[in-house]
Protein backbone atom coordinates (compact mmCIF):
# COMPACT_ATOMS: atom_id res chain seq x y z
CA UNK A 1 0.00 0.00 0.00
CA UNK A 2 1.72 3.60 -0.72
CA UNK A 3 1.59 6.37 1.45
CA UNK A 4 -1.02 8.30 0.08
CA UNK A 5 -3.56 5.54 0.10
CA UNK A 6 -2.81 4.59 3.38
CA UNK A 7 -3.13 8.39 4.20
CA UNK A 8 -6.43 8.26 2.67
CA UNK A 9 -7.95 5.10 4.19
CA UNK A 10 -6.55 6.27 7.62
CA UNK A 11 -8.66 9.69 6.81
CA UNK A 12 -11.70 8.30 6.43
CA UNK A 13 -11.50 5.84 9.13
CA UNK A 14 -10.22 8.22 12.19
CA UNK A 15 -12.81 10.68 10.71
CA UNK A 16 -11.28 13.62 12.09
CA UNK A 17 -9.01 12.33 14.66
CA UNK A 18 -5.17 13.14 14.76
CA UNK A 19 -3.21 11.38 12.33
CA UNK A 20 -0.05 10.36 12.92
CA UNK A 21 0.82 9.59 8.94
CA UNK A 22 1.17 13.32 8.48
CA UNK A 23 4.26 13.35 10.78
CA UNK A 24 5.81 10.78 9.06
CA UNK A 25 9.07 11.20 6.49
CA UNK A 26 9.52 9.60 3.64
CA UNK A 27 13.50 9.40 4.04
CA UNK A 28 15.34 6.17 4.98
CA UNK A 29 15.95 5.76 8.59
CA UNK A 30 19.76 6.37 9.48
CA UNK A 31 21.85 3.07 10.50
CA UNK A 32 21.64 5.01 13.98
CA UNK A 33 18.34 5.71 14.43
CA UNK A 34 17.91 1.66 13.42
CA UNK A 35 20.46 -0.21 15.05
CA UNK A 36 18.63 -2.17 18.27
CA UNK A 37 19.95 -1.63 21.46
CA UNK A 38 22.72 -3.92 23.11
CA UNK A 39 21.72 -6.83 25.14
CA UNK A 40 22.02 -5.48 28.51
CA UNK A 41 19.99 -1.99 27.16
CA UNK A 42 17.39 -4.33 25.51
CA UNK A 43 14.87 -5.13 28.20
CA UNK A 44 15.61 -2.78 31.57
CA UNK A 45 14.36 -5.59 33.90
CA UNK A 46 16.67 -7.85 32.76
CA UNK A 47 19.61 -5.26 32.92
CA UNK A 48 18.81 -5.09 36.26
CA UNK A 49 18.60 -8.83 37.41
CA UNK A 50 22.01 -9.29 35.63
CA UNK A 51 23.60 -6.49 37.67
CA UNK A 52 21.85 -7.67 40.93
CA UNK A 53 23.32 -11.25 40.09
CA UNK A 54 26.42 -9.71 39.78
CA UNK A 55 26.97 -8.14 42.64
CA UNK A 56 25.57 -10.54 44.75
CA UNK A 57 26.26 -13.93 42.98
CA UNK A 58 23.13 -15.34 43.43
CA UNK A 59 21.13 -18.87 42.39
CA UNK A 60 19.96 -18.87 38.44
CA UNK A 61 16.42 -19.06 39.69
CA UNK A 62 16.84 -14.87 40.25
CA UNK A 63 13.93 -12.62 38.10
CA UNK A 64 12.34 -15.88 36.43
CA UNK A 65 15.65 -17.63 35.35
CA UNK A 66 15.44 -21.40 36.01
CA UNK A 67 17.80 -24.29 35.17
CA UNK A 68 14.45 -26.42 34.01
CA UNK A 69 16.83 -28.84 32.28
CA UNK A 70 19.40 -30.00 34.97
CA UNK A 71 17.20 -32.13 36.73
CA UNK A 72 15.31 -33.41 34.05
CA UNK A 73 15.24 -36.61 31.82
CA UNK A 74 15.29 -34.91 28.72
CA UNK A 75 16.42 -37.21 25.83
CA UNK A 76 15.26 -41.00 25.27
CA UNK A 77 18.65 -42.25 25.11
CA UNK A 78 19.02 -40.95 28.60
CA UNK A 79 15.69 -43.12 29.21
CA UNK A 80 16.77 -46.19 27.22
CA UNK A 81 19.89 -46.15 29.46
CA UNK A 82 18.28 -46.35 32.44
CA UNK A 83 15.97 -49.04 31.06
CA UNK A 84 18.69 -51.14 29.73
CA UNK A 85 21.34 -50.93 32.87
CA UNK A 86 19.16 -49.83 36.03
CA UNK A 87 17.78 -51.57 38.98
CA UNK A 88 13.96 -52.11 39.75
CA UNK A 89 12.31 -51.40 42.49
CA UNK A 90 8.16 -52.01 42.59
CA UNK A 91 5.56 -50.83 44.67
CA UNK A 92 1.36 -51.07 44.30
CA UNK A 93 1.33 -47.75 42.30
CA UNK A 94 4.61 -46.93 40.92
CA UNK A 95 7.80 -48.84 39.67
CA UNK A 96 11.25 -47.11 39.69
CA UNK A 97 14.56 -47.86 37.90
CA UNK A 98 17.85 -45.70 39.01
CA UNK A 99 20.85 -45.84 37.69
CA UNK A 100 24.12 -43.95 38.99
CA UNK A 101 25.28 -41.03 36.12
CA UNK A 102 28.48 -39.95 37.56
CA UNK A 103 27.34 -35.90 37.97
CA UNK A 104 27.22 -33.86 41.18
CA UNK A 105 23.00 -33.70 41.12
CA UNK A 106 20.33 -36.31 40.39
CA UNK A 107 18.04 -36.21 37.21
CA UNK A 108 14.77 -38.06 37.32
CA UNK A 109 12.19 -38.70 34.58
CA UNK A 110 8.41 -40.03 34.22
CA UNK A 111 6.74 -42.46 32.17
CA UNK A 112 3.10 -42.75 32.79
CA UNK A 113 1.54 -44.66 29.83
CA UNK A 114 -1.60 -44.33 28.30
CA UNK A 115 -2.74 -47.43 29.98
CA UNK A 116 -3.50 -45.43 33.70
CA UNK A 117 -5.88 -43.16 31.57
CA UNK A 118 -7.04 -40.11 29.89
CA UNK A 119 -4.46 -36.98 29.08
CA UNK A 120 -5.81 -35.25 32.29
CA UNK A 121 -5.60 -37.99 34.44
CA UNK A 122 -2.09 -38.47 33.73
CA UNK A 123 -0.94 -34.74 33.61
CA UNK A 124 -2.47 -34.48 36.71
CA UNK A 125 -0.85 -37.90 37.88
CA UNK A 126 3.04 -36.24 36.21
CA UNK A 127 2.38 -32.63 38.34
CA UNK A 128 1.45 -34.86 41.44
CA UNK A 129 4.91 -36.81 41.39
CA UNK A 130 7.16 -33.96 40.58
CA UNK A 131 5.32 -31.94 43.00
CA UNK A 132 7.10 -34.90 45.33
CA UNK A 133 9.79 -35.16 44.16
CA UNK A 134 10.31 -31.31 44.29
CA UNK A 135 10.07 -31.61 47.93
CA UNK A 136 12.09 -34.90 48.61
CA UNK A 137 16.19 -34.86 49.19
CA UNK A 138 17.98 -37.14 46.95
CA UNK A 139 21.36 -38.07 47.19
CA UNK A 140 22.93 -36.42 44.14
CA UNK A 141 24.49 -38.65 41.42
CA UNK A 142 21.56 -40.54 40.13
CA UNK A 143 19.89 -41.09 37.36
CA UNK A 144 16.05 -41.99 38.05
CA UNK A 145 12.92 -42.63 36.53
CA UNK A 146 9.56 -43.42 37.91
CA UNK A 147 6.80 -45.28 35.66
CA UNK A 148 3.09 -44.98 37.00
CA UNK A 149 1.25 -47.84 37.37
CA UNK A 150 -3.09 -47.69 36.74
CA UNK A 151 -3.82 -47.66 40.25
CA UNK A 152 -1.41 -44.71 40.97
CA UNK A 153 -4.38 -42.68 38.73
CA UNK A 154 -6.83 -42.73 41.44
CA UNK A 155 -4.08 -41.88 44.22
CA UNK A 156 -4.13 -39.44 46.05
CA UNK A 157 -0.65 -36.68 46.57
CA UNK A 158 -0.34 -38.32 50.21
CA UNK A 159 -0.05 -41.97 49.15
CA UNK A 160 1.90 -41.11 45.89
CA UNK A 161 4.22 -39.49 48.24
CA UNK A 162 4.42 -42.31 50.28
CA UNK A 163 5.26 -44.83 47.70
CA UNK A 164 7.60 -42.67 45.87
CA UNK A 165 9.41 -41.90 49.58
CA UNK A 166 9.05 -46.05 50.27
CA UNK A 167 10.69 -46.72 46.85
CA UNK A 168 13.74 -44.23 46.98
CA UNK A 169 14.70 -45.15 50.81
CA UNK A 170 14.51 -48.97 50.08
CA UNK A 171 16.68 -48.16 46.95
CA UNK A 172 19.03 -45.91 49.66
CA UNK A 173 18.48 -42.57 47.78
CA UNK A 174 16.88 -40.46 50.21
CA UNK A 175 19.66 -38.01 51.90
CA UNK A 176 19.30 -38.83 55.32
CA UNK A 177 19.96 -35.60 58.07
CA UNK A 178 23.30 -35.84 58.64
CA UNK A 179 24.30 -35.26 54.99
CA UNK A 180 21.86 -32.74 54.81
CA UNK A 181 23.98 -30.58 57.60
CA UNK A 182 27.32 -31.47 55.83
CA UNK A 183 26.03 -30.29 52.32
CA UNK A 184 24.83 -27.11 53.79
CA UNK A 185 28.52 -26.81 56.01
CA UNK A 186 30.07 -27.26 53.16
Given amino acids: MTLQRWQKYNHSN ?23 LSGENEYPR ?7 KATKGTAATD ?3 TMRGREYLTKSEQYAVVYEKGSS ?3 GKVVM ?8 WSRYGLSVGR ?7 RNRLKRRLREVL ?10 IIFIARSPAAGADFA ?16 MRENEKACLRVN
Fill in 14 to 36: LAGSYCAQENLSTKEDSQEARAR
Fill in 46 to 52: RASCLES
Fill in 63 to 65: CGV
Fill in 89 to 91: WLD
Fill in 97 to 104: KALPNGLT
Fill in 115 to 121: RVGGAVV
Fill in 134 to 143: RLTQLRPGWD
Fill in 159 to 174: SLGKSVQGLLSRAGLL
